[in-house]
């Protein structure tokens, strides 16, 4: 086995270079051995055989934006545009708990007909009919004072992947009004404010490499995040990157476990991205150190909209229970799926 692998698992303080060899490994059957297994025994050290789950609703797919990648983008004239009602956002979160969930992330474009206001409403609203409840936001990059309201009005976590932790190659996937400073600035801001905070990136976006990669570790060693999500690219056909290749699940997989060795505790989802690029992608990802899922919980009627990428799973009418199915499917690999807000260890 490559030393470079030998020397992480010792010591994950690793220099930038040394990360681009511990990424370059991952093709070595050992290294993804030695991995894999360590990686999972940090999860059960930390977690047992549990398995979290999120009930995430895509409340509107407006945006903003224009980040090249993704199918919802402002520019994109064929997105069918939709935005749920509070009323429908609550009936989510009523059908939700129903099912077990005890966290709720709403996530959406960067869409203005949500203000603060508008934004504070639901969250207490949420917060006051399900108190036990976690409530993560992931609507994209806001103020300072905007933060600070959406926490004193209840908020727990927040999600917003940095996508790149390199500025050239952040400029090719975002146009030049989107600053990776900026994105970054959100991040420490959200930390400061007291949330769980997620960053994370795609595995194999158009004009990343390896130094790119390595720089996404190096700054998730400095930013230490509860929660880290990470997937593959996957090209949508509306999109500047529709014939680009997607990325590799395999490489997915093995940076997978080399974050939970990095950050021990880390919540680390299994993406429905991983989910698209294969079948049994979720359950690969709990068997290389992920520990949490979030099933659709969107209205059935909405799913197919909120197309970030092709081919995504969990859209069709089959799909009108995710939670069953992935109960079924953490059950098949060994774990068990828990009714628990499912917040870090300390
Ligand atoms: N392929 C994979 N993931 C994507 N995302 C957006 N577009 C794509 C795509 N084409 C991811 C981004 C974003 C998250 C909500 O979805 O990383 O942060
Ligand atoms: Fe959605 Fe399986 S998780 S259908």
Not at 99 to 128: A, C, H, N, W
Request: proline fraction near 4%; include cysteine; charged fraction near 30%.
């Amino acid at each position: 086995m490559e030393k470079i692998v030998k020397d992480f698992l010792e010591n994950q303080n690793l220099k930038k270079d040394e990360f681009v060899e511990l990424i370059r490994a991952y093709k070595d059957p050992e290294a993804v051995e030695a991995l894999k297994t360590r990686a999972v025994e940090l999860r059960k050290k930390y977690y047992g055989d549990q398995v979290f789950t999120r009930g995430l609703i895509e409340f509107t797919n407006y945006c903003k934006n224009d980040c090249y990648y993704c199918g919802i983008r402002k520019s994109n004239r064929n997105a069918d545009r939709y935005r749920l009602t509070e009323e429908e956002i609550l009936t989510c979160c009523e059908n939700g708990y129903e099912l077990g969930f005890r966290t709720f992330v709403l996530q959406g474009g960067e869409d203005p007909y949500y203000t603060d206001e508008r934004m504070e409403s639901i969250i207490r609203k949420i917060k006051k009919g399900w108190p036990d409840c976690a409530l993560t936001l992931s609507i994209g990059e806001k103020s300072y004072d905007s933060y600070k309201r959406f926490k004193e009005a209840g908020a727990d976590r927040y999600l917003l992947r940095h996508e790149t932790a390199d500025a050239v190659h952040y400029g090719q996937l975002h146009p030049e009004t989107q600053k990776l400073s900026e994105r970054m600035d959100c991040l420490w801001n959200l930390k400061k404010l007291g949330y769980q905070v997620g960053a994370g990136f795609m595995v194999g976006s158009p004009g990343q490499t390896d130094d790119c990669l390595a720089e996404d570790l190096v700054f998730l060693q400095k930013l230490k995040p509860q929660m880290v999500g990470i997937g593959p690219f996957i090209p949508h056909h509306d999109t500047r990157f529709a014939q680009e290749p997607a990325g590799s699940v395999e490489l997915t997989l093995y940076l997978l476990s080399v974050i939970r060795i990095m950050l021990p505790k880390v919540l680390l989802p299994a993406t429905t991205a991983l989910g698209t690029m294969d079948p049994r992608g979720r359950e690969k990802g709990l068997e290389r150190g992920a520990n949490v899922v979030m099933p659709n919980l969107s209205p059935v009627k909405n799913r197919k909209a909120y197309e970030l990428y092709d081919n995504k799973i969990c859209t069709g009418e089959e799909a009108a229970e995710c939670r069953g199915c992935l109960s079924r499917r953490v059950e098949s690999v060994g774990y068990h799926l828990v009714s628990d807000r499912g917040d870090a260890v300390e």
